[in-house]
């Protein structure tokens, strides 16, 4: 009896595993940056972004979700309302890609099998980040941030958002994210140790920035039977 218990919850697993909803789709919106260069609004989007999203609904409560986008990054110190920042001028612009693989938890059921009703709800995404982006430094003769390359570096995504399902296939989601980078040097403002390094700004805070957008999503598969977490 043991055995046969044990067969029959890993054929249920597997059972589960094969038969979950599953979405994927479109990722866009703006972005803006929150550092030593231009506006220190933490909601400010003055740069666009684009890409795709895919989700595991793992259960009615949460799904693993990953996406890649391609997006600006530009901030100008003319923008600020500080006018510390106006009169030095710095300005920047700066290409990037982002992954990012997490899990996405919903504060009600997003029970999308349940054919009397249009499940919608609010929900929490982190995880973790990996983005490549240009990069920068001030060039004192020049009295202008340039770009001096790229390099790759890692954030904290947290994310909130509402979605809801539209149809019997899609769902649509609007959100607010917040990236918290391990680099402070987004905007050049301190491209290391070392000598000749021209540095500014408060080097003891890291770089963020934010993204606002929607999501347009697909949702395929057979009605799930939850099992394990």
């Not at 259960?59 to 979700?65: G, I, L, N």
């Not at 990012?100 to 929900?123: C, N, Q, R, V």
Request: glycine letters at 10%.
């Amino acid at each position: 009896m043991r055995y046969l218990s044990i067969l029959l919850i890993a054929l249920l697993c597997h059972v589960a595993v094969e038969a979950q909803t599953y979405e994927i789709g479109l990722y866009g919106g703006g972005t803006n940056f929150i550092g030593d260069v231009g506006k220190s609004n933490y909601i400010a989007p003055n740069a666009p972004f684009i890409g795709g999203i895919a989700k595991w609904n793992r259960s009615p409560r949460h799904a693993f979700r990953a996406s890649v986008v391609v997006a600006n990054l530009e901030a100008a110190d003319s923008d600020s309302d500080d006018a510390r920042r106006q009169q030095r001028d710095y300005e920047f612009n700066s290409t990037f890609i982002e992954a990012s693989l997490g899990i996405e938890y919903t504060f009600w059921e997003f029970d999308m099998h349940k054919s009397f009703s249009k499940p919608a709800t609010p929900y929490l995404y982190s995880g973790f980040t990996y983005f490549y982006h240009d990069n920068f430094a001030l060039d004192q003769d020049q009295n202008a941030l340039v770009n001096i390359g790229s390099e790759g570096n890692i954030a904290i995504p947290m994310v909130i958002g509402f979605k809801a399902l539209i149809s019997t296939s899609i769902v649509v989601a609007a959100e607010v994210g917040a990236r918290y980078t391990f680099t402070d040097n987004l905007d050049g403002s301190y491209p290391g140790d070392g000598d000749n390094i021209n540095y500014f700004g408060n080097i003891n805070n890291k770089d963020w920035y934010m993204f606002t957008g929607f999501t347009v999503t697909y949702t395929f598969g057979r009605q799930p039977c939850y099992c394990g977490f």
